[in-house]
């Protein structure tokens, strides 16, 4: 069992278009979301909170939702420069050793 | 800005050596991770601590021991190096509780063992 799946990939998107990612959790008391962009050869960086009332950030919408057990990440508009891997991530509760990755979903935009 | 910095960008080491690799954070936080990074299984956590001369393990310890002397400093040891430990280390820092939760990671060491 994974604490936090998400769907590899690739996402090979034309510039302009909208593309959304999703990422299930397993432990219904996850406590904290977050979405982490990973850059080729780069660390992971973050790139959102994920709220419950769901938050916009220019292009990027975060969401969760609750009772199905996921979040999501919406980029709209995409550009050539949104090609990474993005990383969801859980906190089940407090403390370091709850806090999950998930695999990564790797987007490619293409010209 | 904070800056995690990493020993060495590069390593290649020998099976059964002892690998040291350091991590160093400016920004005061407690909290320091290492973590390595495999392709299909994401960012797996090795060790952390919340403060000098603390560690806790985490998911995958084995094979591995952590030193925190200062409080900017965490070093990551390979006491005999195998190549299933072959890997991307990412070393990040954080404050320390909930909330937000930021983790700052530094560039990483892709380390080979032979």
């Known amino acids: 069992r994974k604490e936090v799946e998400q769907d590899p990939g690739p996402f090979n998107v034309p510039e302009g278009a909208t593309v959304a990612f999703n990422c299930t959790y397993s432990?219904?008391?996850?406590?904290?979301f977050f979405w982490y962009r990973q850059d080729c050869r780069k660390e992971p960086k973050l790139l959102m909170s994920?709220?419950?009332s769901g938050n916009e950030d220019g292009r990027f919408t975060a969401q969760l939702n609750r009772a199905s057990q996921y979040i999501s990440l919406l980029i709209r508009d995409s550009k050539l420069s949104d090609s990474a891997t993005y990383l969801c991530?859980?906190?089940?509760?407090?403390?370091?050793?709850?806090?999950?990755f998930g695999t990564g979903t790797r987007l490619t935009v293409i010209p | 800005d904070v800056k995690v910095t990493q020993s060495s960008r590069y390593l290649v080491k020998r099976t059964g050596e002892k690998v040291f690799l350091e991590c160093v954070q400016d920004?005061?936080?407690?909290?320091m991770f290492w973590y390595r990074q495999d392709p299909g299984l994401g960012l797996r956590l090795i060790y952390f601590?919340?403060?000098?001369?603390?560690?806790e393990k985490g998911d995958i310890p084995e094979g591995y021991s952590v030193s925190r002397e200062k409080k900017e400093r965490f070093s990551l040891i390979l006491e005999s190096a195998s190549t299933n430990q072959t890997s991307m280390y990412l070393c990040?820092?954080?404050?320390?509780?909930?909330?937000?939760?930021?983790?700052?990671f530094g560039p990483g060491t892709r380390l080979t063992v032979t």
């Open positions: 990040a820092s954080s404050f320390p509780g909930t909330g937000t939760y930021e983790q700052y």
């Open positions: 432990n219904s008391a996850s406590q904290s």
């Open positions: 994920v709220y419950s």
């Open positions: 991530v859980v906190i089940e509760q407090t403390g370091a050793n709850n806090l999950f």
């Open positions: 920004m005061d936080h407690e909290n």
């Open positions: 601590s919340y403060d000098v001369k603390m560690k």
